[in-house]
């Protein structure tokens, strides 16, 4: 009785094994496996300057809603302020990128940025994260 016990459970690891092996390698393979292709990069591109489009109109709108900013909310909107512009240059400067491992090093760059900025935009609107 014992030993279909344990047969039993070596058969569950052994396939429960081989299923975390196939799904890695899928996800290995879907996670930048390949080379950069044009159309993955143009869509990256297209993607943050829908990003840059709505964070632009995100402060904008939040600069108009603050009437009397503390000295703490003029610093992050100025914070912020640069920070977007150095987003904007970032995008534009993929634009005339060619080399693949000089597109992957600038697209670290942007995504960096765009995370920065997230963070600030959730700061000033009070949502930020607690840690």
Known sequence: M???II???VGIVVVAG???IITAQKQKSQLGGGP???KAYENFIATNDKNLTSMTQAITDMKSKTTKPTPEQT????SFDTKLAEFK????GLKNITGEKERV???SNVRTLRRDLTKMEHELSGN???K
């Not at 240059?89 to 534009?92: F, T, V």
């Open 2 to 4: 014992s030993r279909i």
């Open 7 to 9: 047969w039993t459970i």
């Open 18 to 20: 081989a299923i975390f």
């Open 36 to 38: 950069l292709t044009d």
């Open 75 to 78: 610093a992050l909107f100025t």
């Open 89 to 92: 240059s970032a995008i534009d």
């Open 105 to 107: 090093a600038a697209m």
């Open 128 to 130: 930020a994260p607690t």
